[in-house]
């Protein structure tokens, strides 16, 4: 591989290949050698692949700030002159989808971590027209969310959404990672019938304010994420969250408290906060907010120790369902990643496979039991 | 200095003397050089001070280990044939009493890490008849922690405690830091006078959890912090805390959420969550100490970004009352360990000098301000 060829084709911001290739990890996937690179590393995003044998490169998706206060979060994020697109950010599970075999070959869903996912991978072929829109656009990467009840990575309900689908929320080149604009990418998913995160409208970052205020209100009621906010160019984005979604991912967080707690904690507890500064007019709001979080965390780490106590698994449970090989593919990758898993059900719903499954939290279930067994903490 | 010996005579686990001695530190103390362990390594405790003038060790207070669940924490712990002694746990600052003059010099206050503090060593010569225990018993180190709502370290109030007191939770050989019983320490204690915590009894290990549980109901009804158990000959402790402590503590650690609120959060739930598994029998109570954690951790928060807003400064208030002198002392020593001060009073009452400072939390009012002038956050 010519690394400075690549190392300037990727933009780095080193001029030592050696620097940003000690951050690339080789896996094999779908017959060929991937360059995985682990880390954001030199303005090079996580999870960017080299596929060396067809000469392809597909850019790891960008990390999106967030802001944790509206006023002035908005207008300082923005150009004043710029238009603001307000789009839903989707709790799902990021995949980027790109024809990585030189003209052949399948496209391949990719984790954002840069692993092939061969479950997403059959189901983007099933729900999505990819040979149609990669004949038109090879040069292309099509930037997804898998989102609903039955996926292998994320479970958040939404309606209308029975089983797993994507949403499309960037097409981007797949090399330089230049994004089509808002207005572009919308009418793009629209010609190839792509399902999309809803639009709340366009605005000018100094009035801003209210218009995402309300979103995120009904949002939050409805226990929807929040919201992504785009300049019209696609190049700009700075994201924003509702409440119910920090005290999911809380209480997600402390089911497994010794697998997710001390990493989701804090961040979490910062965004509930700044967001109840700027937005809890009340006492009576707060002290509400105040509750909800408490709730979120305590509770289901009681449930959980209490399933320890009495001897049940504990873990993430998920519900996949597909073709029989994709879900042989799902568990032999899953395994390969080091994850235990142990199976609740396992049946045939017509042409379909269905498996209930548990991704064991080990490291929650070991520290439970050795506490409850009297284990003493130093701290 | 002889480090070899000194290794010797401290049983380190190790036998080159410079795998230890990196660890320490060369401070001036009192007009004499002071080696200070400045983390606990090879089986020697932090805050041990060498004193090589005068040949003095004084070994630092262990690291008490804590029980989340007293059945069958407490009869795990003990060996099943001992007695253990139920003593309260004090809310103040740990701080070792030690003559290191060799017979001449006053005893010194050293706080947890080995520093002297000249404050402490003024009111503890004030408080205590330290020349007359010294005088008999000029080897041990008096281990004390310091209460009440006047000290500069802790703030935390105690009934019939109107300033700052001393209460001695451990006499030791200074040295070798075996410990007296628990009996001869009490004892000794009535004989010199000293303030001491409180002493609800003894048990054997199999039946403690009933009375633990009822001093620990007792205590948390008066917001203290919870319980020392000791092995009659005071060599074995663990502790063991109050729901209203682990509140407390995220309280204060919220009220400075980028100085405290990271390294506190996760262990006081995990503590309030195996407190909560074992002894909140009922879904309400379960549910009232979600809420009042919920409490301990926004509110502080949003108050303290809303003084950010404000403009006021925000950090730990401290009121100290003494000479002069040793108030003069302590605010260099305070600025000597970095520590931002701002004054908010300062007065003469009779001979006293009286003084309500800050210590400015610096990460916590940048930080903060950051985020409300809209600062992203990159996660």
Request: aromatic share 8%; glycine share 8%; with cysteine.
């Amino acid at each position: 591989m010519d690394r400075d060829e690549y190392l300037e084709r990727l933009g780095a911001t080193t001029e030592e290949a050696a620097d940003l290739f000690e951050h690339f990890e080789e896996r094999s996937a779908a017959g060929r050698t991937h360059h995985v690179l682990t880390a954001t590393r030199h303005g090079v995003e996580r999870g960017t692949v080299i596929v060396e044998e067809s000469d392809v490169v597909v850019r790891g998706y960008p990390s999106v700030p967030r802001i944790l206060v509206l006023d002035p979060g908005i207008p300082s994020f923005f150009e004043a002159n710029e238009t603001v697109a307000i789009e839903e950010k989707l709790d799902g599970f990021n995949v980027r989808i790109a024809a990585v075999g030189a003209g052949s070959g399948k496209p391949l869903a990719f984790t954002r971590s840069g692993y092939v996912c061969p479950f997403t991978t059959a189901r983007a072929h099933e729900r999505l027209p990819l040979e149609e829109f990669f004949s038109s656009h090879p040069e292309t990467v099509l930037c997804t969310e898998l989102i609903g009840p039955e996926t292998p990575y994320t479970t958040h309900d939404y309606e209308g959404v029975d089983t797993h689908e994507f949403r499309v929320i960037d097409i981007r080149d797949r090399e330089s990672g230049a994004p089509l604009s808002v207005a572009d990418r919308r009418s793009r998913c629209e010609e190839y019938g792509f399902g999309q995160p809803r639009h709340f409208g366009r605005t000018e970052p100094s009035t801003a304010r209210e218009t995402v205020e309300e979103t995120i209100d009904e949002l939050d009621a409805a226990g929807r994420e929040g919201v992504v906010l785009k300049s019209a160019d696609g190049q700009s984005m700075v994201k924003y969250t509702t409440e119910s979604q920090h005290h999911e991912e809380l209480a997600y967080a402390f089911s497994l408290p010794f697998d997710h707690g001390r990493d989701f904690v804090f961040s979490r507890i910062v965004r509930d906060a700044f967001q109840a500064a700027e937005l809890d007019g009340t006492d009576a709001r707060l002290r509400a907010r105040a509750h909800a979080l408490g709730e979120s965390i305590l509770e289901p780490m009681v449930s959980t120790i209490r399933d320890v106590a009495d001897g049940e698994t504990v873990g993430e449970r998920h519900t996949v369902r597909g073709d029989p090989d994709s879900i042989d593919a799902l568990l032999e990758h899953l395994r390969e990643q080091s994850l235990t898993l142990e199976f609740e059900a396992d049946r045939r719903e017509d042409d379909e496979r269905v498996v209930e499954f548990v991704k064991v939290a080990e490291s929650s279930r070991d520290r439970i039991r050795y506490y409850l067994d009297g284990g003493t903490r130093d701290e």
